[in-house]
Nanobody, 117 residues
Framework: VQLVESGGGLVQPGGSLRLSCVAS????????MSWYRQAPGKERELVAS????????NYAETVKGRFTISRDNAKNTVYLQMNSLKPEDTAVYYC???????????WGQGTQVTVSS
């Protein structure tokens, strides 16, 4: 089982990034997918989530209107489009998979996002 994130990097405030997470080793379409982030000295927090079929999404209040989560079950990939980035968005972003019936879950290794001028 693997979740491999990519797309992180250094971006100026107001800029955009698109994170991708490619899954392998499990039935991707049977898993709800989420993005979490963890900033230095802070707890890991949920950023956005999407149901297994992609019919429903959920966002943290701090990113609503700026971030968009989506998925392509044919490509076993979940995305996080991040616009209007702020310095407080700086964190390691993690991909997370949860079996839609609960109990079975996986984490990616994380990708660093730094928002700074």
């Amino acid at each position: 089982v693997q979740l491999v994130e990519s797309g992180g990097g250094l971006v100026q405030p107001g800029g955009s990034l698109r994170l991708s997470c490619v899954a392998s080793g499990f039935t991707f379409s049977s898993y709800h997918m989420s993005w979490y982030r963890q900033a230095p000295g802070k707890e890991r927090e949920l950023v956005a989530s999407i149901t297994s079929a992609g019919g429903s999404t959920n966002y943290a209040e701090t990113v609503k209107g700026r971030f968009t989560i989506s998925r392509d079950n044919a490509k076993n990939t979940v995305y996080l489009q991040m616009n209007s980035l702020k310095p407080e968005d700086t964190a390691v972003y993690y991909c997370y998979a949860l079996w839609r019936f609960g109990g079975d879950d996986y984490w990616g290794q994380g990708t660093q996002v730094t928002v700074s001028s």
